[in-house]
């Protein structure tokens, strides 16, 4: 346990006696306006977060403020006159654009201006409501695009089962074909057992939908699983009832199979050598590096290994230097400027979540900002 010292003691005794003695006199009706704190309910403080873009903050602040304080009347002018209409402007443009995404079907997209109106609203039950239907019409659309996907692919699998099948004139018991079976059959156990801990793992990040997906292609797979048929029960416990389950396996052709790598910018691989990678490296050129360095390693390019650690290496330190400089950017108010420095950290690391987060938030005060300094029309 920490100890104080005596003078620490003391400040503290000193503090507390401040605000005791404050809040007596002001509860007596002393000419002590409001607690030793209310500096952070001003008038300046209201218009600083008013111009740094957070509107519901600089309200909350002339709303909580002391009547009897001399900057009362400015700020009251400041709510009427800029903070309430800026208030009204950006609850309009969120749910108008809100509306436009679910219009187009962009659930994802609705869902966050939703959330973005209902922080400016004064009932934002009613928002949070649009922003539960939209979270739930875009779990539908992923659960029902991954059904099909899955079912389609496990179905392939089953399928292959009889494809090595010795044929007449061959004894049954083939050791060719007995082992190519056997390799099949292992392949969809491990396919099974993946798709079971899937299953669990989204089942407990609250994704009841993929954990569906996954659990139906474990039971496919291996309909006799008992631990199979329990986590399905968890699963379908924790669906949402809005979520429905289409049953009707897809017909669509599995002969869909792109062809896009066909079609990559380096059209011979004998052109792709161990040099070019480093050429992209040493120019920092590192999204195309890591391109080229994958091509390489497709056809068994020697050290591809060690090439894709070396670029993975530095995208994660070019990023983190970016993130830092947008950080900086973020602290001094230049807004566009983090924005476009974040974005390039996420466009080196698209999975860190941190870098992720704070170029969205970013990206929203970058929009507030722009509609409250324009004109409004």
């Not at 801990?197 to 039971?219: C, I, Q, T, W």
């Not at 938030?361 to 509609?371: F, W, Y």
Request: hydrophobic share 40%; charged share 30%.
């Amino acid at each position: 346990m920490m100890k104080l010292s005596s003078w620490n003691v003391n400040c503290l005794l000193l503090l507390i006696v401040s605000v005791v003695l404050s809040a007596c006199a002001t509860g007596s009706g002393g000419k002590v306006k409001g607690s030793p704190f209310a500096f952070l309910n001003s008038y300046d403080m209201a218009l600083q977060d008013f111009e740094a873009g957070k509107v519901m903050e600089a309200r909350a602040r002339v709303l909580a403020m002391d009547a009897s304080r001399d900057d009362y009347k400015k700020a009251k002018a400041l709510l009427n006159d800029k903070i309430n209409p800026a208030r009204i402007r950006l609850l309009r443009h969120y749910k108008s654009k809100g509306k436009k995404a679910e219009q187009d079907g962009e659930w994802s997209k609705a869902m966050a201006f939703y959330q973005q109106t209902a922080e400016f609203s004064a009932e934002p039950e009613i928002f949070l409501a649009y922003v539960k239907n939209m979270d739930i019409k875009m779990r539908q659309a992923r659960m029902d695009i991954l059904l099909k996907q899955k079912r389609l692919e496990d179905s392939s699998w089953l399928s292959w089962l009889g494809s090595y099948e010795a044929p007449r004139g061959v004894e049954p018991t083939d050791i060719v074909f007995v082992r190519m079976r056997e390799a099949v059959e292992s392949d969809i156990e491990d396919r099974a057992a993946r798709a079971y801990r899937e299953s669990y793992r989204f089942l407990n990040k609250d994704m009841p939908g993929v954990a569906y997906v996954e659990v139906e292609s474990h039971l496919r797979l291996m309909p006799d699983s008992e631990k199979g048929q329990r986590l399905l029960q968890d699963v379908l416990e924790a669906m949402p009832k809005e979520l429905i389950i289409k049953k009707e396996i897809s017909k669509t052709s599995a002969k869909k199979v792109t062809k896009q790598a066909s079609k990559s910018k380096l059209k011979k691989t004998s052109h792709i050598s161990k040099a070019d990678v480093m050429k992209l490296i040493e120019a920092g050129e590192w999204i195309e590096a890591k391109n080229t360095a994958l091509l390489y390693r497709r056809y068994e390019g020697k050290g591809a290994d060690k090439l894709l650690d070396t670029i993975e290496s530095g995208m994660a330190k070019e990023a983190a230097v970016l993130f830092a400089q947008g950080s900086t950017a973020f602290r001094k108010e230049h807004i566009d400027q983090a924005v476009s420095l974040w974005d390039k950290a996420v466009t080196l690391q698209p999975e860190n979540s941190e870098y992720v987060n704070a170029l969205r938030r970013a990206m929203q005060l970058q929009e507030r900002l722009h509609l409250l300094r324009s004109d409004g029309k």
